[in-house]
């Protein structure tokens, strides 16, 4: 089969990602490796939309992650989507490491759950798009980071 030219191909990425942006799919993850354990994913040609994670053995740590431009309320699927293509499929704990979103930590200073605030929402997500079930939330705020992190514990069928 014929490959297309690059520009083609880029033409054709970028219409994909516009049309996810448009819509309600975010555009698909490309996952990198960076250190052991730890990925870097980016999505689409939005150099906005980043997800920086560890996978630990059946534990993930997410440590950063931005939809960038892509559709509200898609983080969770943009999440999942990068764990996938890593092979964590099934994690049976997902944390959130040292919480810096500013609309996340007033709503866990005025006292909301974890599984409350938008954070919590995004992890949720996450879980549903990988076909789990989330059995337990703790949220740490003496841990070693400057801010709290949020853990989830999951089940599958």
Same mark, same amino acid.
């Given at each position: ?80 989507? @990068? =764990?996938? %293509?890593?092979? /964590?499929?099934? *994690?049976?704990?997902? $944390? &959130? ?6 609309? @996340? =930590?007033? %709503?866990?200073? /005025?006292?909301? *759950?974890?599984?409350? $605030? &938008? ?9 549903? %798009? ?28």
């Amino acid at each position: 089969a014929k490959v297309p030219p690059l520009e083609e191909q880029a033409k054709a990425a970028e219409a994909r990602d516009v049309k996810a942006q448009n819509g309600a799919a975010p555009a698909r993850a490309s996952v990198q490796p960076t250190v052991e354990g730890e990925y870097r994913a980016t999505y689409g040609s939005d150099p906005k939309a980043v997800a920086m994670f560890k996978v630990r053995g059946n534990a993930v740590e997410l440590s950063y992650i931005n939809k960038g431009g892509q559709p509200s309320g898609s983080a969770g699927a943009m999440f999942a989507d @990068a =764990l996938k %293509q890593t092979g /964590s499929v099934r *994690p049976a704990q997902i $944390t &959130l490491r040292n919480v810096i979103n500013e609309p @996340a =930590l007033e %709503q866990l200073n /005025s006292g909301a *759950p974890p599984e409350a $605030t &938008l954070l919590g929402q995004m992890v949720a997500k996450t879980v549903e %798009q990988l076909g789990g079930q989330i059995t337990g939330w703790k949220l740490d705020t003496l841990g070693y980071d400057t801010n709290p992190s949020i853990s989830v514990s999951v089940t599958y069928p």
